[in-house]
C-alpha cells in the first residue's frame, strides 16, 4: 500500500474510522471484504501484553518508590487500553527512584507509508542521580528558547508551564526497537503531542552509550575527514553538549501545524514519513541555535564554543553513514550540504578535510533553522520533498566522504551478558 492509497481509502471512511485509521497504535490489515480494518494493538498483540500487564504489576508491588510503582501500575494499564497519556505524565513526573524504563510503542521511524504508526521498544536503566541533577538547570530556559527561535511569532508555541525532566542513566538492556538499526544514545519522548502541549516531555541521555558511540565511531570517522588543525576542539563533553541541546530541541518548535489548510493537524501527521528527518534536523540545528543563545547568556560556557561546533561536525559524519535514506541520515546531509552551499561548513577538496567556518557558522545554524521550523509549521509535505530533493543529493564531496570512511564501523551494537549466569 502506498501513502496515496491509504489516504484515497481513509478518505471514505467515516470520521471516527479515519482517527482509528491515523492512530499511532493501531495495525492496518486487509478485512476480507476488498476493504481494511484498524486493529488496536491491544487486541493484535494480546497474547504477549498480557504477561507484561502481569509482570509490571508484580514490580509494581515490590518497589517502595511510590511514584515509580504508579508508573508501571499506569504502564501496564495502558499496554492494555493503548490510551498512553496518564502514564506518560506518570513517566515524565516520576522521582528519586534508582532505575527507569523507557517502554512501550514510541518511534515511528519505522511507517514508511504515514510516518505515524509506533513500535514497541524497551530499555532498562540505572540513573546517574547527580549527573541528572546537573541539568536541571536548563528546564527553566524552555520558554526563553521557544521564544528566541528565528521565526514568526504566529509559528511559536506556548512552552509556559511545562515540565521538562532530564535524566542521565546507563541502559542495562534494550529491546524491541531500540535494537533495530540505529543505537540511540538519547531521546526525548513521549512523542505525542497532546502530552508535550499539557507536560512536557523527558529527555533521556544513556551514558554508557554516548561514550562507546565518541570513542568506537565519532573519532576514528573524526580523525579521517575533519582538517587536522580542528581536531584538538572534538571532545566527548562537546559531543554530549550537542546531544543534549538536540534532544531539548525536539520539544521547542511546531508540534502541530501553525498556518495553512492543515493548521491545528500534529506536524508528523500532515507531513508524514518525511517528517522523521525534517524533524530530527531541526532538532540538530535549533539545538546549535539555543546553544549560541545560552552561552550569550552565561549558562554554557562560552570559552568551549569551538569544542561544541567542531564535534558536532564529528557527530554529522556518524550520522550520515546511516546513508539517505535514513531519518539521522538525511538530517545529516541536509545540515552538511547547507551549510557548504551557505557559509558555516568548509571543504577542502584537495585534501578531503571538512571545518568548521567559525566566523560565519552561526549565521548560517540560524538561516538553516528558521526554514526547517517554517517547513514543520506550514506541514506542506510537498515544501519538504522540495527541500529534500535540494539538500540531501549525494554531492562529489560527500561521496568522497563516504568512501575515506568505508572500512569503518557505522555504528556500535551493543553487547550484554547477565553476570550472575
Not at 25 to 46: C, F, K, L, P, Q
Not at 318 to 326: K, N, V
Not at 401 to 407: S, V
Given at each position: 500500500?502506498t501513502?496515496?492509497?491509504?489516504?484515497?481509502?481513509?478518505?471514505?471512511?467515516?470520521?471516527?474510522?479515519?482517527?482509528?485509521?491515523?492512530?499511532?497504535?493501531?495495525?492496518?490489515?486487509?478485512?476480507?471484504?476488498?476493504?481494511?480494518?484498524?486493529?488496536?494493538?491491544?487486541?493484535?498483540?494480546?497474547?504477549?501484553?498480557?504477561?507484561?500487564?502481569?509482570?509490571?504489576?508484580?514490580?509494581?508491588?515490590?518497589?517502595?518508590?511510590?511514584?515509580?510503582?504508579?508508573?508501571?501500575r499506569?504502564?501496564?494499564?495502558?499496554?492494555?487500553?493503548?490510551?498512553?497519556?496518564?502514564?506518560?505524565?506518570?513517566?515524565?513526573?516520576?522521582?528519586?527512584?534508582?532505575?527507569?524504563?523507557?517502554?512501550?510503542?514510541?518511534?515511528?521511524?519505522?511507517?514508511?507509508?504515514?510516518?505515524?504508526?509506533?513500535?514497541?521498544?524497551?530499555?532498562?536503566?540505572?540513573?546517574?542521580?547527580?549527573?541528572?541533577?546537573?541539568?536541571?538547570k536548563?528546564?527553566?530556559?524552555?520558554?526563553?528558547?521557544?521564544?528566541?527561535?528565528?521565526?514568526?511569532?504566529?509559528?511559536?508555541?506556548?512552552?509556559?508551564g511545562?515540565?521538562?525532566?532530564?535524566?542521565?542513566?546507563?541502559?542495562?538492556?534494550?529491546?524491541?526497537?531500540g535494537?533495530?538499526?540505529?543505537?540511540?544514545?538519547?531521546?526525548?519522548?513521549?512523542?505525542?503531542?497532546?502530552?508535550h502541549?499539557?507536560?512536557?516531555?523527558?529527555?533521556?541521555?544513556?551514558?554508557?552509550?554516548?561514550?562507546?558511540?565518541?570513542?568506537?565511531?565519532?573519532?576514528?570517522?573524526?580523525?579521517?575527514?575533519?582538517?587536522?588543525?580542528?581536531?584538538?576542539?572534538?571532545?566527548?563533553?562537546?559531543?554530549?553538549?550537542?546531544?543534549?541541546?538536540?534532544?531539548?530541541?525536539?520539544?521547542?518548535?511546531?508540534?502541530?501545524?501553525?498556518?495553512?489548510?492543515?493548521?491545528?493537524?500534529?506536524?508528523?501527521?500532515?507531513i508524514?514519513?518525511?517528517?522523521?528527518?525534517?524533524?530530527?534536523?531541526?532538532?540538530?540545528?535549533?539545538?546549535?541555535?539555543?546553544?549560541?543563545?545560552?552561552?550569550?547568556?552565561g549558562?554554557?560556557?562560552?570559552?568551549?564554543?569551538?569544542?561544541?561546533?567542531?564535534?558536532?561536525?564529528?557527530?554529522?559524519?556518524?550520522?550520515?553513514?546511516?546513508?539517505?535514506?535514513?531519518?539521522?541520515?538525511?538530517?545529516?546531509?541536509?545540515?552538511?550540504?547547507?551549510?557548504?552551499?551557505?557559509?558555516?561548513?568548509?571543504?577542502?577538496?584537495?585534501?578531503?578535510?571538512?571545518?568548521?567556518?567559525f566566523?560565519?557558522?552561526?549565521?548560517?545554524?540560524?538561516?538553516?533553522?528558521?526554514?526547517?521550523?517554517?517547513?514543520?509549521?506550514n506541514?506542506?509535505?510537498?515544501?519538504?520533498?522540495?527541500?529534500?530533493?535540494?539538500?540531501?543529493?549525494?554531492?562529489?564531496?560527500?561521496?568522497?566522504?563516504?568512501?575515506?570512511?568505508?572500512?569503518?564501523?557505522?555504528?556500535?551494537?551493543?553487547?550484554?551478558?547477565?553476570?550472575?549466569?
Amino acid at each position: 500500500m502506498t501513502a496515496q492509497q491509504f489516504d484515497d481509502y481513509v478518505k471514505t471512511l467515516p470520521e471516527e474510522e479515519q482517527v482509528e485509521f491515523m492512530y499511532p497504535y493501531t495495525v492496518i490489515r486487509e478485512d476480507g471484504n476488498g476493504g481494511y480494518e484498524a486493529i488496536r494493538y491491544h487486541v493484535e498483540y494480546e497474547k504477549y501484553i498480557t504477561p507484561i500487564v502481569k509482570l509490571l504489576n508484580e514490580v509494581a508491588d515490590l518497589t517502595d518508590n511510590e511514584s515509580f510503582a504508579k508508573f508501571l501500575r499506569l504502564k501496564a494499564e495502558a499496554l492494555t487500553t493503548d490510551n498512553y497519556y496518564d502514564a506518560d505524565v506518570a513517566w515524565i513526573d516520576m522521582k528519586d527512584n534508582k532505575f527507569d524504563m523507557v517502554f512501550g510503542p514510541f518511534e515511528t521511524y519505522s511507517d514508511g507509508i504515514k510516518g505515524v504508526k509506533a513500535k514497541y521498544e524497551a530499555y532498562v536503566e540505572i540513573i546517574d542521580q547527580k549527573a541528572s541533577e546537573d541539568l536541571k538547570k536548563y528546564t527553566s530556559y524552555l520558554s526563553k528558547m521557544e521564544e528566541h527561535l528565528p521565526i514568526p511569532q504566529e509559528y511559536k508555541s506556548d512552552a509556559s508551564g511545562l515540565t521538562a525532566t532530564f535524566v542521565v542513566v546507563n541502559d542495562i538492556i534494550r529491546k524491541g526497537e531500540g535494537t533495530v538499526g540505529y543505537q540511540a544514545v538519547a531521546t526525548n519522548l513521549p512523542n505525542d503531542p497532546e502530552v508535550h502541549a499539557t507536560k512536557g516531555t523527558k529527555k533521556t541521555f544513556w551514558k554508557n552509550m554516548l561514550k562507546a558511540r565518541f570513542n568506537g565511531i565519532i573519532i576514528p570517522v573524526s580523525n579521517r575527514l575533519i582538517e587536522e588543525s580542528q581536531l584538538k576542539y572534538l571532545s566527548d563533553e562537546g559531543f554530549f553538549q550537542f546531544v543534549l541541546m538536540h534532544e531539548i530541541c525536539h520539544a521547542i518548535g511546531p508540534r502541530v501545524v501553525k498556518v495553512g489548510p492543515n493548521k491545528g493537524m500534529a506536524a508528523n501527521a500532515s507531513i508524514g514519513p518525511n517528517y522523521n528527518a525534517l524533524e530530527e534536523c531541526k532538532a540538530d540545528v535549533t539545538g546549535l541555535y539555543q546553544l549560541a543563545y545560552l552561552m550569550d547568556e552565561g549558562v554554557v560556557d562560552k570559552s568551549r564554543r569551538e569544542e561544541f561546533y567542531v564535534s558536532f561536525l564529528g557527530s554529522l559524519f556518524r550520522s550520515i553513514r546511516f546513508g539517505l535514506d535514513e531519518a539521522h541520515g538525511k538530517a545529516a546531509a541536509i545540515s552538511l550540504s547547507y551549510m557548504l552551499a551557505n557559509g558555516g561548513i568548509l571543504y577542502d577538496e584537495a585534501t578531503n578535510k571538512w571545518s568548521i567556518d567559525f566566523d560565519n557558522f552561526e549565521e548560517g545554524v540560524k538561516n538553516l533553522d528558521g526554514e526547517l521550523l517554517i517547513l514543520e509549521g506550514n506541514g506542506d509535505n510537498v515544501k519538504v520533498q522540495e527541500f529534500f530533493d535540494q539538500w540531501t543529493k549525494e554531492t562529489p564531496a560527500l561521496a568522497s566522504a563516504m568512501k575515506a570512511t568505508e572500512d569503518l564501523p557505522i555504528d556500535v551494537l551493543p553487547v550484554r551478558s547477565i553476570k550472575w549466569e
